[in-house]
């Protein structure tokens, strides 16, 4: 098991800790690495997505062919979660 800072979604805790690690090819867009997560302090579990940079192009090249508004949605939340990061 793999501590990490990703902070709980619940309390807000960075004690949490990857449970599960699997990795999914998706159709047209890549390599996705899903984790399973659960936090030491409040018991709460959640589950994320990972995805290469590469891939977040793929996809929106993917979601653009099918809807251009949730493509641009998309791209503003990844805006977003990126600004967070920094």
């Given at each position: 098991?793999?501590?990490n800072?990703?902070?709980?979604?619940?309390?807000?805790?960075?004690?949490c800790?990857?449970?599960?690690?699997?990795?999914?090819?998706i159709r047209?867009?890549?390599?996705?690495?899903?984790?399973?997560?659960?936090?030491?302090?409040?018991?709460?579990?959640?589950s994320?997505?990972?995805?290469?940079?590469?891939?977040?192009?793929?996809?929106?090249?993917?979601?653009?062919?099918?809807?251009?508004?949730?493509?641009?949605r998309?791209?503003?939340?990844?805006?977003?979660?990126?600004?967070?990061?920094?």
């Amino acid at each position: 098991m793999i501590k990490n800072a990703i902070e709980c979604k619940k309390c807000g805790s960075d004690n949490c800790m990857v449970t599960d690690t699997r990795t999914r090819k998706i159709r047209k867009i890549g390599e996705t690495i899903y984790r399973r997560r659960e936090c030491l302090d409040c018991g709460y579990k959640w589950s994320t997505a990972e995805l290469y940079i590469t891939d977040i192009e793929r996809l929106l090249e993917v979601e653009f062919e099918k809807n251009l508004a949730d493509c641009e949605r998309l791209v503003e939340f990844l805006d977003k979660i990126y600004r967070r990061k920094k």
